[in-house]
Every structure is written in C-alpha cells, then in structure tokens.
C-alpha cells in the first residue's frame, strides 16, 4: 500500500475544499514568512550594529587602572600575626601606563585565540589651524597594527596608511575634522595639549568612517608623537587593543589576559551595554509579533478543522460504524492539519525570502546605512519551518480529539 | 446450524429528558443464514435494539454474543475492529462520503482493515458494484447518482469485508418500489446463496413479511417471533 488509508482520506477531505485549504494554509505562509523576514531584519540590524561597534572598538582594551590601596605591602613589611587595616583608603595613581608594553605583547602572542594586537597612547588635544579650534582625540599607533584590526585603509578618502607609516611628524585626520578646519592632504596644523605640548603635522590623508563622534574627532598619528606631546619616555603605552577570533567569546579570554598580567581588561560587550540592551529589546519586539502572527495563523487551522468537522460529523460517525477507531479518526484531522502546515511553511518559506530580498534592496540612506540590513541564515528558515508545523499540529490537535469522540450511534440517528 | 447472534436479558434506559425505559429484558438468537425482520411502530425500541447489536451502543445491561464472541464489556477500539471485520451496515440514508468515488466508498472499510493489497480489495469492491448492478457508476463521486444507486453502493460497502452478520436499519425507508424490490432481491441472495445473516428494522410490512422471520416489537419488549 502506497499511502494509508487515513492518509487519503486526510488529503481527498484537503482537495474537496480547496479553498478553505488554501486560505489556512496562507495564515501558515503569512506567519513564517513574517517570522523570517522579522528575523533576518533583526539579525541583520544587530549585525549590522555589532560591525559599527566593533569598527572602532576592539573585542578586548588592556589598560592599567588607578587601585584603591591595600594592606598587601604593609602585611609584607608587618609580618604575620598582625592585621592591618587602612581607614579611608585612597586611589593610588598607576602612571596610566602599561609597564614594558612589547614584553606583555610577546606573552599574549602565545595566545592562540588571539589575532591582532595594536599598542596605543592616546591623549585629547586642541586642532588647530590659524585661529580656528576644534576639541579631539590624538591616538599614537603602529598604523599597520591598528590597519588589521579596524580596517582604516578602505575607510580613506584620500592619502593613505602608508603615507603616515614614511612620515614621522605625518597625520591621518577624519573627515569632520578636515572640513571643519578647512585642511586636506598635504596641508599642515597644529595640536595643542593641556599641559601646553605643541607639535605641527602634515596631514598624510583623511578617513571616513561615516560615525559623526569619529570622523569629527580623531586622529592618527605615530606613536612617538603622542609620546612627545605628553613629554612620556619612548616605552610609554596607555592602552593595548586586542582581537580575538570569535568575538563573542570575550568572557573568558579576556579574565585569563587579566589573571596573565595583572592589567584591566575591558570587553567590547561592557563598553557597549546600551547597545547591547537595544538588540535584547529588539529581539523581544520581533518574537512577540512573531508569535503573535503564529498563535493566529494556529487559530486559523483550529477554525477551519472545526469546521470542517462540524461539517463532516456525519462522515465521521459512518466511518467509525464501519470500524474506524478513535486514533484513525485523529490521525486523520491532524494529517490535514500537518499538510496545511506543510505547504503553509513552503509557501512561507518562498515568501519569507522573497519579502527579506526586495526590502535588503530598498535604499536608506541614513549615516553608515545605505541599504536595509538584512541578514540571510539558514537557521530562521528552519526554525520557520519547524514553528509552523509545530503550529498547525497543535492547532489541529484539539478538534481531531474532538471528532474522535464522536458518538455514531447519537448521529445517525439524530 | 450454528448461532450468529445472541442476546439475553438486554435492558436500555434513556435518561434524557426522562428516565425511561426503551428496552425491557430483551432476549432472542439469530441463527446462521437466517434473513430476519424487526418491524413494530415508531418509538417501540427496535431501531434502539439494533444499535445495540451493532456493537455501536454500549450502554445498555444484558449480554450480547455475536459470532461466538461474547461482546459486551469490549472496549471502543474493539468493537470498531470488531465491526470493521465482521458486520456490515445499510443505513435508511446511504451515508456515503460524498468527495470519494463511488468505489472508493466501497474499498474504504478494507482498506481500513489493511488485509488485502490495494490492487485486490479494487477489484473485490469492482465485483461488489458489478453484482449490485452500480458498476458503471464506480468511479463517479458518491453524491452525483441516483437514490436507489447510492443505497446499491452502501450495500456494496457493508459486503466489501465479507461479513457474516449484514444489518439494516430500514433500508428501503427512503426508496421506492423498484428500488425496495433490488434491495429484498439482494438481502435474500446474500442470506441463501451466501449464508449471511441478515437483520433488519423495517417499517415496510411487505419487505418483512416476505424474509424468513418476523421479530415484532412493542414497547420494549418482543411481542412475537415467529
């Protein structure tokens, strides 16, 4: 036997009320079409707005943070059998900098889920050029090193990373900063700190990251520079950034670095917890309309079985005179509900993509944003799929219950 | 020859809207092969009496064997197999499924049983119309032919498990004269040349009187059998 008897009872009872099918198969495609398409939205938004963050923030910054001060030396120069207590304990100042920063670089090396590293002094500054000012922030990098994590070679709009590594008094400015001032290529300005540090540059090229609070602000220069302005010694290094290979994994990578050299670390995940609150939220917002447009599509099926079986009763009770048990009966109703759902999520997974596709299309425009981000998994299709069935067994559930209990003997003879 | 159905002591309440009795200490056999009618007026419990036969009603005192099987006290699901096996049924209306073909009605029940191949229970349901004289009609949908047709094809349905025990509940209430006259032919043949018992209420004084036994009912309670 091909295909069982219950099975072509399920799909001739689909075929005789086509349009019913058809119409509650569509609430199935209308729901994991808009599951899919509220997913690869959301997914390509929080991807999308992970790229931005990660544009100009690395997965894990090493500093050295000022600490409150303990009684670990006193207990040392105490010895034991006293306890030492310190009243109104005050923040010790650590020079901000990273002690012997190349040694530590070599030890992290060893490392192997780490894949770049970029040694940074960084100070604000006063640009100038004539009598005009702008407020920013000079960052002292080995270019290259800082080109591997960030990317700043496609970001250029005119110079290059190269130019900056020839020149030493050379200066890579954003372009905010370059309109503001009136400054391109090859032009020269001055940068002013607070402790009165001046130094003339020549501008060896301008970036565009298309984030306003960079492109108006910072700047790049080599690391000498920054040093010299802050009249530091050639090993002074305030931060060192640090990428990994699965940047969702910073957790546990960045406590070992910490435990390793006794330096903070700082996660690209705790510096960005607003963002990271907006993507929470924004999951829960697509989930509840997600499931609000299953749960109806799921009453859509309920109905139209009901229905369906309301109309059929008689049918049905014939064919438990004729020696249909209980659990043919419901594995009849929940078959058309499972094909419903079947071509339902067919349809909807056609649909879906087709929906995600021409909005990816649709020009924005905005900041950074030119084309709607959407991203294209594998895993919304399935899960799709997997939610509309699961939708239409459930919706088809209680009325094949329902019609398995019906009484023959009270129907046919009314 | 041997019993096909017992039944002793058999008492039905009803108990909506009214408690009332619709069967009083019914007993009675039916012997192999036997063609019996139960005839009575409207409300008397006959047709009562013959859903309890049926294995379908289940709620009723008493003791029932059919086919040497004691069947009272079976659960649902084994008296729907019980059913699909050995009974067949002729409703007053043919209640066919109207979305299958005429032979797909028929085929149903053994499809249902699962004993045969596919190929083989086509062709036993294609002999079923052939002898009932529907064969043309077999693969029109059961809701586009005639009256008489639709019962001939209900008939062939109660046959397709080759039953021993064929009931009918006024089978010929809802057709005409030349119709009811197709039908006796067939119940006849069926209980002479095929040795199936046949058991139904009728209405029809004509129909009853010309089978092999009268079961008269009034008020619950047998009033004769011949």
Same mark, same amino acid.
């Given at each position: 036997?091909?295909?069982?008897?219950?099975?072509?009872?399920?799909?001739?009872?689909?075929?005789?009320?086509?349009?019913?099918?058809?119409?509650?198969?569509?609430?199935?495609?209308?729901?994991?079409?808009?599951?899919?398409?509220?997913?690869?939205?959301?997914?390509?938004?929080?991807?999308?707005?992970?790229?931005?963050?990660?544009?100009?923030?690395?997965?894990?910054?090493?500093?050295?943070?000022? #600490?409150?001060?303990?009684?670990?030396?006193?207990?040392?120069?105490?010895?034991?059998?006293?306890?030492?207590?310190?009243?109104?304990?005050?923040?010790?100042?650590?020079?901000?900098?990273?002690?012997?920063?190349?040694?530590?670089?070599?030890?992290?090396?060893?490392?192997?889920?780490?894949?770049?590293?970029?040694?940074?002094?960084?100070?604000?500054?006063?640009?100038?050029?004539?009598?005009?000012?702008?407020?920013?922030?000079?960052?002292?990098?080995?270019?290259?090193?800082?080109?591997?994590?960030?990317?700043?070679?496609?970001?250029?709009?005119?110079?290059?990373?190269?130019?900056?590594?020839?020149?030493?008094?050379?200066?890579?400015?954003?372009?905010?900063?370059?309109?503001?001032?009136?400054?391109?290529?090859?032009?020269?300005?001055?940068?002013?700190?607070?402790?009165?540090?001046?130094?003339?540059?020549?501008?060896?090229?301008?970036?565009?990251?298309?984030?306003?609070?960079?492109?108006?602000?910072?700047?790049?220069?080599?690391?000498?520079?920054?040093?010299?302005?802050?009249?530091?010694?050639?090993?002074?290094?305030?931060?060192?950034?640090?990428?990994?290979?699965?940047?969702?994994?910073?957790?546990?990578?960045?406590?070992?670095?910490?435990?390793?050299?006794?330096?903070?670390?700082?996660?690209?995940?705790?510096?960005?917890?607003?963002?990271?609150?907006?993507?929470?939220?924004?999951?829960?917002?697509?989930?509840? =309309?997600?499931?609000?447009?299953?749960?109806?599509?799921?009453?859509?099926?309920?109905?139209?079985?009901?229905?369906?079986?309301?109309?059929?009763?008689?049918?049905?009770?014939?064919?438990?005179?004729?020696?249909?048990?209980?659990?043919?009966?419901?594995?009849?109703?929940?078959?058309?509900?499972?094909?419903?759902? =079947?071509?339902?999520?067919?349809?909807?997974?056609?649909?879906?993509?087709?929906?995600?596709?021409?909005?990816?299309?649709?020009?924005?425009?905005?900041?950074?944003?030119?084309?709607?981000?959407?991203?294209?998994?594998?895993?919304?299709?399935?899960?799709?799929?997997?939610?509309? =069935?699961?939708?239409?067994?459930?919706?088809?559930?209680?009325?094949?219950?329902?019609?398995? #209990?019906?009484?023959?003997?009270?129907?046919?003879?009314? | 020859?041997?019993?096909?159905?017992?039944?002793?002591?058999?008492?039905?309440?009803?108990?909506?809207?009214?408690?009332?009795?619709?069967?009083?200490?019914?007993?009675?056999?039916?012997?192999?092969?036997?063609?019996?009618?139960?005839?009575?007026?409207?409300?008397?419990?006959?047709?009562?009496?013959?859903?309890?036969?049926?294995?379908?009603?289940?709620?009723?005192?008493?003791?029932?064997?059919?086919?040497?099987?004691?069947?009272?006290?079976?659960?649902?699901?084994?008296?729907?197999?019980?059913?699909?096996?050995?009974?067949?049924?002729?409703?007053?209306?043919?209640?066919?499924?109207?979305?299958?073909?005429?032979?797909?009605?028929?085929?149903?029940?053994?499809?249902?049983?699962?004993?045969?191949?596919?190929?083989?229970?086509?062709?036993?349901?294609?002999?079923?119309?052939?002898?009932?004289?529907?064969?043309?009609?077999?693969?029109?949908?059961?809701?586009?032919?005639?009256?008489?047709?639709?019962?001939?094809?209900?008939?062939?349905?109660?046959?397709?498990?080759?039953?021993?025990?064929?009931?009918?509940?006024?089978?010929?209430?809802?057709?005409?004269?030349?119709?009811?006259?197709?039908?006796?032919?067939?119940?006849?043949?069926?209980?002479?040349?095929?040795?199936?018992?046949?058991?139904?209420?009728?209405?029809?004084?004509?129909?009853?009187?010309?089978?092999?036994?009268?079961?008269?009912?009034?008020?619950?309670?047998?009033?004769?059998?011949?």
């Amino acid at each position: 036997m091909a295909i069982g008897i219950n099975t072509e009872i399920a799909l001739t009872y689909m075929t005789s009320r086509r349009k019913q099918t058809i119409v509650s198969a569509l609430g199935v495609t209308f729901g994991i079409s808009m599951y899919i398409f509220m997913n690869s939205l959301i997914a390509g938004t929080n991807e999308w707005s992970e790229q931005v963050m990660l544009s100009s923030t690395p997965h894990i910054r090493l500093y050295n943070e000022n #600490k409150l001060c303990d009684t670990r030396m006193l207990d040392k120069y105490a010895g034991a059998g006293r306890i030492n207590l310190i009243s109104n304990p005050q923040l010790l100042s650590s020079g901000n900098s990273i002690a012997n920063p190349d040694a530590i670089i070599k030890q992290l090396q060893q490392q192997p889920e780490i894949v770049a590293m970029s040694k940074q002094v960084s100070t604000s500054v006063i640009y100038a050029n004539g009598n005009v000012q702008e407020n920013g922030t000079v960052l002292g990098v080995n270019i290259d090193e800082q080109d591997k994590m960030f990317d700043i070679a496609s970001t250029m709009v005119s110079g290059t990373i190269e130019e900056l590594a020839a020149n030493p008094n050379g200066v890579i400015i954003g372009s905010g900063l370059s309109e503001k001032l009136n400054l391109g290529k090859g032009d020269y300005m001055t940068l002013t700190t607070a402790n009165g540090a001046q130094k003339r540059l020549e501008i060896a090229g301008v970036f565009r990251t298309t984030i306003k609070g960079v492109d108006n602000a910072r700047s790049y220069v080599n690391i000498p520079v920054v040093q010299q302005l802050l009249h530091k010694d050639r090993s002074y290094i305030t931060d060192i950034y640090i990428n990994i290979k699965d940047h969702n994994k910073t957790a546990d990578v960045s406590a070992r670095i910490n435990a390793h050299t006794g330096y903070t670390t700082e996660t690209w995940q705790s510096s960005n917890e607003q963002s990271l609150a907006g993507k929470k939220i924004r999951d829960i917002i697509a989930n509840a =309309v997600v499931i609000t447009i299953l749960i109806v599509a799921g009453f859509g099926i309920y109905n139209i079985l009901n229905m369906v079986i309301y109309e059929k009763i008689k049918e049905i009770a014939i064919l438990k005179a004729t020696g249909f048990q209980g659990k043919h009966v419901i594995s009849i109703f929940i078959r058309q509900a499972l094909y419903i759902g =079947v071509l339902g999520a067919l349809a909807g997974l056609l649909a879906g993509w087709a929906i995600s596709y021409f909005v990816s299309s649709m020009y924005l425009g905005l900041g950074n944003v030119e084309y709607l981000p959407i991203a294209f998994h594998t895993r919304h299709y399935l899960q799709g799929a997997f939610f509309g =069935v699961i939708t239409a067994f459930f919706a088809g559930y209680i009325p094949a219950v329902r019609a398995s #209990k019906v009484d023959p003997v009270q129907i046919i003879r009314g | 020859m041997s019993i096909a159905l017992k039944a002793e002591g058999v008492n039905k309440y009803f108990y909506t809207p009214d408690k009332f009795q619709a069967l009083n200490n019914v007993s009675f056999e039916v012997k192999e092969g036997e063609f019996v009618s139960v005839i009575g007026k409207s409300g008397c419990g006959k047709s009562t009496m013959l859903y309890i036969l049926s294995t379908m009603d289940t709620d009723y005192v008493g003791s029932l064997t059919l086919k040497g099987q004691h069947v009272t006290g079976c659960s649902q699901n084994e008296l729907a197999a019980f059913r699909n096996r050995h009974l067949g049924f002729v409703f007053q209306f043919h209640y066919l499924l109207p979305d299958f073909s005429c032979l797909k009605n028929v085929m149903i029940p053994a499809l249902r049983l699962g004993k045969l191949p596919r190929k083989e229970i086509e062709q036993n349901a294609y002999e079923k119309l052939q002898k009932l004289g529907v064969a043309e009609q077999a693969l029109k949908p059961a809701s586009r032919i005639s009256g008489g047709q639709q019962q001939r094809v209900a008939i062939a349905r109660a046959l397709i498990n080759e039953p021993s025990i064929i009931m009918g509940d006024e089978p010929t209430g809802n057709l005409d004269s030349r119709n009811t006259a197709v039908v006796f032919d067939i119940f006849r043949q069926l209980a002479e040349e095929y040795n199936k018992t046949i058991i139904t209420v009728t209405h029809d004084i004509d129909f009853a009187s010309k089978s092999d036994r009268i079961i008269e009912m009034m008020d619950g309670k047998i009033l004769n059998q011949q």
